[in-house]
């Protein structure tokens, strides 16, 4: 909106699992025979039961990482509003050597009480389903969206003006949940990414200039930064295939 004039972590998918699966079942007996006091199929296999525990450790945990946020947001939003809104100041103002620092912190930031409930349920499922392609993973490109969306505004949107909001950050989540499977060439990820653009693609359109009070640079620079982190953080991916086009091994994750 505008205002005034560590290591990537590995990806969690159906290859990690079939892995998973392969190496406890490897390990329970020589020849692959299970031992005698391993559960059968019936009762239920060590690999399974270890990965259901892997699923729900990671949703938890991008669960806490998304909801921290946005207790994050309203904290902030409480302070601004006892304070008069003085903190929108801090937002993003466009070729301004001050107004660099609102690259840091505009996505915190929100207009008024409306602004930041419109974007809570969107911050709430995109950032969580970032997250759930790994913490460390999500967190890159949250990193990396938040980067571009703020020096692409900063760079070409109006001079006079203020940005701010968490909503930049959504069209990047969005984008990158719609991307990455492709450049992966994810099948799961893939499907994911035509539901998200079934329900949210509409918002899409935000991305495009004529609504008055509405940073469209921001939107459309936080979309840009999705798509570049959903090239970037798919390198291992891309590396693979072609190695494995080329007859070379593939490298291990």
């Not at 994050?72 to 103002?93: F, K, S």
């Not at 060439?185 to 693609?201: C, K, S």
Request: hydrophobic share 50%; charged share 10%.
């Amino acid at each position: 909106m505008t205002t005034g004039g560590t290591g990537v972590g590995p990806s969690f998918d159906p290859e990690r699992i079939a892995a998973l699966r392969a190496q406890l079942d490897s390990s329970g007996a020589p020849g692959g025979a299970l031992a005698p006091n391993m559960p059968t199929a019936s009762t239920g296999s060590p690999a399974s039961s270890a990965g259901v525990a892997v699923i729900k450790q990671l949703w938890l945990r991008a669960g806490v990482v998304i909801a921290s946020f946005v207790v994050l947001l309203y904290g902030i939003e409480g302070v601004d509003t006892l304070d008069g809104h003085d903190l929108d100041t801090a937002g993003i103002q466009p070729r301004t050597a001050e107004g660099l620092w609102g690259i840091l912190f505009a996505p915190l930031l929100h207009a008024n009480w409306t602004h930041l409930l419109g974007n809570t349920l969107p911050v709430l499922v995109l950032g969580f389903l970032a997250l759930l392609s790994g913490i460390g993973r999500g967190l890159m490109a949250t990193a990396i969206i938040w980067v571009v969306a703020g020096l692409g505004t900063w760079l070409v949107a109006g001079s006079g003006s203020v940005h701010l909001g968490a909503s930049s950050l959504v069209f990047g989540w969005l984008t990158y949940l719609i991307v990455r499977g492709w450049f992966a060439r994810n099948i799961g990820q893939i499907l994911l990414g035509l539901v998200i653009v079934a329900i949210y693609g509409s918002l899409l359109w935000g991305v495009l200039p004529g609504q008055p009070g509405i940073s469209w640079q921001g939107h459309l620079f936080g979309a840009v930064g999705g798509i570049l982190a959903g090239w970037v953080l798919s390198g291992n991916e891309r590396s693979r295939r072609r190695g494995e086009g080329a007859g070379v091994p593939a490298p291990t994750r």
